[in-house]
């Protein structure tokens, strides 16, 4: 069974500092894998997914997530945070078809940027 | 283009009542799921659906019901509402064409008293 683990349930971080909110999976076989944001109140937006394709994957607002196979990793940075990045961050794992085309989502993570 | 629309943005139930929550998609996705959010818990799955007329259980299934008779639509029914129901309820779509990425109604935030 594929599942997702986020280290961290807060993450605090000061304006400018680097962000580094982190992402492993359990999968037998090769996954997709996603980073959504989640604004106070709103719904989720995708940051970047990953396809098999390139292992550093670019997202919106300067983020970007390396996929490392070897430490079942997803990790997602940004090198400088910005105010505006506060909000709650979710890692999810699918598969190809069938059941395994729904996201398995971790817990998340809240990110808070001080002044 | 509207994506996924989900009505109503907020409900409050009493205890036993049952009701729909509607969710509709005009990207010809195949996938539709419903979860729902709960504070440290992530979403999680309550039921999904792989095309028209074929649903299933994810996680978190007991106490609602689904079916799917369009591509289009994706209901997501309260047989009975529990204070266990409150809940931030999100309808999502996607198609293996995009890699399963999930594009997310605005969600149902759903009160139980």
């Known amino acids: 069974a594929q599942s997702v683990t986020q280290l961290g349930s807060h993450v605090s971080v000061s304006e400018g500092a680097l962000v580094l909110l982190r992402c492993n999976y359990s999968?037998?076989?090769?996954?997709?894998l996603f980073w959504y944001v989640q604004y106070p109140n709103q719904g989720l937006q995708l940051l970047l997914k990953?396809?098999?394709?390139?292992?550093l994957v670019k997202g919106i607002n300067g983020f970007e997530a390396e996929f490392k196979k070897s430490e079942t990793s997803f990790h997602l940075t940004k090198p400088s945070a910005h105010m505006s990045d506060a909000a709650e961050y979710f890692c999810?794992?699918?598969?190809?078809?069938?059941?395994?085309?729904?996201?398995?989502f971790g817990k998340g993570t809240k990110l808070s940027v001080k002044p | 283009n509207a994506g996924v629309t989900q009505t109503p943005k907020f409900q409050v139930l009493k205890t036993g009542q049952s009701m729909t929550l509607q969710c509709a998609q005009d990207?010809?996705?195949?996938?539709m799921s419903w979860y729902r959010q709960d504070p440290g818990m992530g979403l999680r799955l309550i039921h999904y659906?792989?095309?028209?007329?074929?649903?299933d259980q994810g996680e978190v299934p007991n106490g609602y019901n689904v079916s799917r008779s369009t591509t289009e639509d994706f209901p997501l029914r309260l047989l009975s509402a529990a204070p266990s129901q409150t809940s931030v309820y999100f309808c999502?779509?996607?198609?293996?064409?995009?890699?399963?990425?999930?594009?997310f109604g605005q969600g149902t935030r759903l009160t139980v008293v």
């Open positions: 999502a779509s996607s198609t293996v064409v995009r890699a399963n990425e999930a594009f």
């Open positions: 999968s037998s076989v090769p996954p997709y």
């Open positions: 990953y396809t098999s394709a390139a292992t």
């Open positions: 999810a794992v699918s598969h190809y078809g069938g059941s395994q085309g729904n996201l398995i």
């Open positions: 990207m010809n996705h195949e996938y």
């Open positions: 659906s792989v095309g028209a007329g074929i649903t």
